[in-house]
């Protein structure tokens, strides 16, 4: 009885203090306001407000292996770099964390031959740019930290560190073999998208311009045991560069919720790189749908007609997804150092609190721009790392079969 006083007491001073926020937030000044449950009147306030402490997760590729050969000692990401991200711009824009894409580009096909067997210093390549992430990673541990759990990331910025993930930009670049994505878990990658602009052994690519000829319709075999491996590590399942039905296939066979690292809305500009409205519907909580998050990338040419693209454009790609998907579905990609052009007003990371300005005007709510920041990507990262740790109690077995047109190897003795 006196536990129910007590309860009921605390319940309605919650109540009180509700009806006290709500009713007198337009008196409260812009400063205190964020603390109390309210935004600044101001969107642009309102923008440093909420990204203080929701901040935003980024997609970043490889400036350093194109411009320093991968030397690290050379690269000073405190001083202004040549492309879109350094440290001064990265604290500008209230960026709280970051996907170092540790990216090698497909093979041309001659030299990887028919059966994607003969390219086999892709691996290579990609040890050496997540190094490089490492490296850098470490160079300025008061700025970057290497995360690998959702914890970890939610530590470092709580520590106003940059959460640093690495993940690898397209299956091509394991050499076909699912041994190599655990070696990579093991220095630390998170996401794997499933293809770059290349078929791979794996699935099928969009490509890049529209008309790339579809090779396995989707996901081979051997790319839904990759998925199964990558659902039991809990290496998220990136759908960015992927094909329509690769999309389709692979979130409704994910065990665990899937990511589009940066990739915007087909609807909106019709490119292959976007996500049309009949993948979109595939995201959500219901029987059919997986959970997901599209990350909006900012690429002129994805995002709008040519001299069209700028803040308001791209913010209509964020609303178009969330339209269809609901607002937890959608994220910030941008691809700053992996695209030439920027929308006007988007030029590099420091950008990142006008977009939020614009969807504070258009309506957005602190929960919801937290999501699109950052908490929408921890919570598909929660997701991936539950079902890792379910598949891993119920005692499910790694993968350890062959690429099938592999040259080298015996295949599994139970195959032979
Ligand atoms: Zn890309």
């Given at each position: 009885m006196a536990r129910k006083i007590v309860w009921t007491g605390l319940t309605l001073l919650f109540v009180a203090a509700l009806v006290f926020f709500l009713g007198f937030a337009d008196l409260l000044s812009d400063e205190l306001s964020p603390w109390i449950g309210t935004l600044p009147n101001d969107p642009h306030k309102a923008a440093l407000a909420i990204m203080k402490q929701a901040p935003v997760i980024v997609h970043l590729p490889y400036l350093v292996r194109l411009a320093?050969?991968?030397?690290?000692?050379?690269?000073?990401?405190?001083t202004r770099m040549?492309?879109?991200?350094?440290i001064p711009r990265l604290r500008k824009g209230r960026v709280g964390g970051f996907f170092w894409s540790a990216y090698v580009g497909c093979a041309n096909p001659e030299e990887e031959g028919k059966d994607f067997?003969?390219?086999?210093?892709i691996v290579r390549d990609t040890l050496e740019q997540i190094d490089v992430a490492r490296e850098l990673i470490s160079k300025y541990p008061d700025t970057f930290q290497l995360t690998t759990t959702s914890r970890e990331v939610e530590v470092a910025i709580s520590n106003g560190k940059i959460a640093s993930l690495i993940g690898i930009e397209g299956a091509h670049q394991l050499g076909n073999s699912i041994a190599a994505l655990r070696q990579y878990y093991a220095l630390g990658v998170r996401y794997v998208t499933l293809t770059h602009i290349c078929h791979n052994a794996f699935a099928d690519s969009c490509g890049y311009l529209p008309g790339i000829k579809p090779l396995h319709h989707g996901l081979s075999s051997f790319g839904r045991l990759l998925i199964d491996e990558m659902n039991r590590l809990g290496v998220l399942v990136d759908l960015s560069h992927t094909s329509d039905d690769t999309a389709s296939q692979a979130i409704l066979y994910s065990k665990a919720p899937v990511i589009w690292s940066h990739s915007s809305a087909r609807e909106v500009h019709d490119v292959p790189r976007n996500v049309p409205d009949k993948v979109l519907r595939l995201i959500g909580k219901a029987e059919n749908q997986n959970d997901a998050v599209v990350m909006v990338n900012f690429s002129p040419f994805f995002i709008a007609d040519e001299g069209m693209a700028n803040v308001q454009a791209v913010a209509d790609h964020v609303e178009h997804i969330a339209n269809i998907?609901?607002?937890?579905?959608v994220g910030i990609g941008s691809d700053f150092d992996g695209i030439g052009d920027t929308p006007t007003g988007l030029e590099d990371v420091s950008k990142y609190p006008d977009l939020i300005a614009e969807l504070i005007t258009r309506g957005w709510n602190k929960v919801e721009i937290a999501g699109l920041t950052g908490d929408n990507l921890l919570r598909i990262l929660k997701g991936a790392e539950k079902t890792a740790r379910h598949m891993q109690a119920v005692g499910t077995a790694p993968i350890y079969d062959?690429?099938?047109?592999?040259?080298?190897l015996p295949l599994r003795q139970d195959d032979l």
């Open positions: 320093y050969g991968n030397n690290v000692s050379a690269v000073d990401l405190e040549p492309g879109h991200v350094d067997t003969d390219a086999t210093w998907t609901g607002k937890a579905h062959l690429y099938p047109k592999r040259p080298d």
